[in-house]
């Protein structure tokens, strides 16, 4: 835990996708929020098809949704967001002919339904 999803739209053809999720995982682990590196799961979906508003302008999207273990504080996951949207805005040039806008969204899941086991 946390999971860690991560879309982007394909007209984004410079986005650095594994440097990407690292750096997401790096501002996950040093929020101080979960016990090991290990623990943290990202993933990228990479989206062909796809609509931002009705303009025909070039617009794109990536949008982040982290799912944690129920319990923290609004306080905390108000951090979280913040700190993932900051890492995304960073992530260096954007394309000057694509209106792009990023999002971070955090989902609980039910701690007392989740199963987890790490084999090996």
Known sequence: MPHLHLEYTANLTDLPVEKTLLRLN??????????????????????????VGTSLSPRGFIAVKLSLLSGRSPQIKQQLSQSL?????????????????LSVQLDDM????YSKVAIG
């Open 26 to 51: 790096n501002v996950l682990m040093a929020s101080g929020q979960f016990a090991s590196e290990f623990d943290i799961k990202s993933r990228a979906v990479k989206v062909e098809n796809f609509q």
């Open 85 to 101: 949207l900051a890492a995304l805005q960073d992530l260096g040039e954007w394309p000057a002919d694509v209106q792009v806008q």
């Open 110 to 113: 039910d701690r007392e339904s």
